[in-house]
């Protein structure tokens, strides 16, 4: 009877409180009415009242969390799940990402002169008579005007490359970028093959997104998987053709977020009774219809729209500090397999160390403290090239960069799911990743400058400032998570701001 008399009062649409079963009788308010209930006779009565909320004897809404609990989030069905597509099928997913940032990738190279292969001369030796310096280095664009090795006279003035390049292939004996010839004057379709990939990768990945929301999660998964397997046979056979190569390029950037997101939206029972709330926190989603005025809900109240600002801010900034290393990983003047791996490292390392942090600390100070530490691995590398030391000091340094970023993206990741109301979260979670897709697209301009230290100058403001902004996010750890809008305008209202643990509400606590 308890039941019933729940489900009977979700039909009244204006209520702001949560009517308690467990109390001697129920209260509701009801706009300027308070709504009484006897339990024993199961009368209802009306009183004026000018109570802004109910007494402290009321208990807050089963929320998705407590059903989800009840039915068991660890079963079979999830384990099977979260072994075949969240881990393996996400490796591959993130494997075809990262292999086209290493197919792009500038070897040393010098401009090629003919003559070398009818002399017992090394490289080096070739190199000092046939192409001048710049600096300490050898230049990559120019060559003298004269490769008769014999001749001691005449004009040996540096003109343009005249027979095309050599390349260096320690590391990597073919790159689009030598494929191509994408150096010196021609360097500049590398960025434009990054950017425009990225631009519409962006608005390919909200369109697969609109499919996985329209017609379900299998054929959005069958759809990224086929991006993935055509994007890869067309950057095989269409480097020459460079729209068809950004449209290549672009599908599996597009594919890459909601080929994981899919998996991630889909549950089961594991066999075990629904319990009998599931249906009132069913019809409490289906009242909160009206909050779902689409991308409108952001700009809903200025503490949503606040919040979702900032986790922008830091989305955008960890895609820029995450792939920076990656495609300028030619140019730390070390083994780029050996950088690759170390990070890999540091990524898987770092899941676990946040998830201790987040557990123990909150969600807001770890985060900020993975930005500084971020800012501080940037100004290192920083520090290392101004001083001339490479190779493993760098690798060391980008190690501690990816690890303290991948902390920064996971906290951010759990803070847009646990500040946003119910009702906007995939909402606000695309909005958030699309604009920091946009800036992503500013990543060739910044990692492959020609100045070395610059890009790290830069990443290193960025964090900084990453690091003071969602340190104003609400505490979200061992709070009652906000499921509507209004819920949304007023999370986080009245905490500290210098708190270093987090205090469950008397919300949650009774939750």
Request: charge should be negative.
């Given at each position: 009877?308890?039941?019933?008399?729940?489900?009977?009062?979700?039909?009244?649409?204006?209520?702001?409180?949560?009517?308690?079963?467990?109390?001697?009788?129920?209260?509701?308010?009801?706009?300027?009415?308070?709504?009484?209930?006897?339990?024993?006779?199961?009368?209802?009565?009306?009183?004026?009242?000018?109570?802004?909320?109910?007494?402290?004897?009321?208990k807050a809404a089963p929320a998705f969390e407590d059903v989800l609990d009840a039915i068991g989030s660890r079963g079979k069905f999830q384990t099977r799940l979260n072994i075949v597509f969240v881990c393996i099928a996400s490796c591959f997913d993130m494997m075809s990402l990262n292999v086209f940032y290493l197919a792009m990738q500038t070897?040393?190279?010098?401009?090629?002169?003919?003559?070398?292969?009818?002399?017992?001369?090394?490289?080096?030796?070739?190199?000092?008579?046939?192409?001048?310096?710049?600096?300490?280095?050898?230049?990559?664009?120019?060559?003298?005007?004269?490769?008769?090795?014999?001749?001691?006279?005449?004009?040996?003035?540096?003109?343009?490359?005249?027979?095309?390049?050599?390349?260096?292939?320690?590391?990597?004996?073919?790159?689009?970028?030598?494929?191509?010839?994408?150096?010196?004057?021609?360097?500049?379709?590398?960025?434009?093959?990054?950017?425009?990939?990225?631009?519409?990768?962006?608005?390919?990945?909200?369109?697969f997104g609109y499919i996985g929301d329209m017609y379900g999660r299998r054929p959005q998964q069958l759809l990224c998987l086929s991006a993935h397997v055509v994007s890869r046979v067309l950057v095989v056979l269409a480097p020459h053709m460079l729209p068809l190569f950004i449209l290549a390029a672009s599908l599996v950037s597009a594919a890459a977020g909601p080929m994981v997101e899919s998996v991630l939206s889909v549950a089961a029972t594991n066999g075990s009774t629904?319990?009998?709330?599931?249906?009132?926190?069913?019809?409490?989603?289906?009242?909160?219809?009206?909050?779902?005025?689409?991308?409108?809900?952001?700009?809903?109240?200025?503490?949503v729209f606040r919040n979702t600002v900032i986790l922008i801010v830091a989305r955008s900034v960890y895609l820029l500090t995450m792939f920076s290393p990656v495609i300028a990983v030619s140019q730390l003047s070390a083994n780029p397999f050996l950088g690759i791996v170390a990070q890999g490292a540091a990524i898987f390392a770092a899941f676990y160390v946040v998830n201790y942090f987040g557990a123990r600390f909150g969600r807001r100070w770890p985060s900020a403290a993975s930005a500084l530490l971020a800012a501080m691995a940037?100004?290192?590398?920083?520090?290392?090239?101004?001083?001339?030391?490479?190779?493993?000091?760098?690798?060391?340094?980008?190690?501690?960069?990816?690890?303290?970023?991948?902390?920064?993206?996971?906290?951010?990741?759990?803070?847009?799911?646990?500040?946003?109301?119910?009702?906007?979260?995939?909402?606000?979670?695309?909005?958030?990743?699309?604009?920091?897709?946009?800036?992503?697209?500013?990543?060739?301009?910044?990692?492959?400058?020609?100045?070395?230290?610059?890009?790290?100058?830069?990443?290193?403001?960025?964090?900084?400032?990453?690091?003071?902004?969602?340190?104003?996010?609400?505490?979200?750890?061992?709070?009652?998570?906000?499921?509507?809008?209004?819920?949304?305008?007023?999370?986080g209202r009245g905490q500290r701001y210098w708190s270093w643990k987090p205090k469950p509400t008397p919300e949650y606590a009774k939750g």
């Open positions: 009877m308890k039941y019933a008399t729940l489900y009977l009062l979700e039909y009244l649409d204006s209520a702001r409180c949560v009517y308690d079963p467990g109390a001697d009788n129920g209260k509701r308010i009801y706009g300027d009415f308070c709504f009484f209930i006897d339990l024993k006779s199961q009368n209802f009565f009306f009183e004026r009242t000018e109570i802004p909320e109910c007494s402290r004897k009321t070897p040393d190279h010098w401009c090629y002169v003919p003559g070398r292969e009818l002399s017992n001369l090394s490289i080096e030796e070739w190199k000092n008579l046939t192409i001048p310096r710049e600096g300490a280095s050898f230049s990559k664009c120019l060559m003298y005007n004269q490769s008769d090795v014999t001749d001691s006279g005449g004009s040996r003035e540096p003109v343009k490359c005249q027979h095309g390049w050599e390349y260096d292939d320690t590391w990597f004996s073919l790159t689009v970028t030598s494929q191509m010839n994408w150096v010196c004057d021609n360097r500049q379709a590398v960025n434009d093959v990054l950017f425009y990939s990225q631009i519409i990768g962006v608005a390919l990945g909200l369109l629904v319990p009998p709330f599931a249906l009132q926190v069913i019809q409490t989603v289906a009242k909160s219809k009206t909050d779902r005025r689409g991308f409108l809900c952001i700009f809903s109240s200025w503490n940037c100004v290192l590398i920083f520090c290392l090239f101004t001083a001339h030391v490479e190779g493993a000091p760098v690798v060391m340094g980008t190690l501690l960069m990816q690890f303290s970023t991948t902390a920064n993206m996971s906290m951010t990741n759990l803070q847009s799911i646990e500040v946003h109301p119910t009702c906007l979260r995939q909402i606000a979670t695309s909005v958030e990743w699309a604009v920091a897709g946009v800036a992503m697209s500013a990543l060739p301009y910044l990692a492959l400058m020609d100045e070395k230290r610059l890009p790290f100058a830069i990443l290193a403001a960025l964090n900084l400032m990453v690091a003071f902004s969602v340190s104003f996010l609400p505490e979200s750890a061992l709070q009652r998570l906000p499921e509507t809008l209004r819920d949304g305008a007023v999370f």
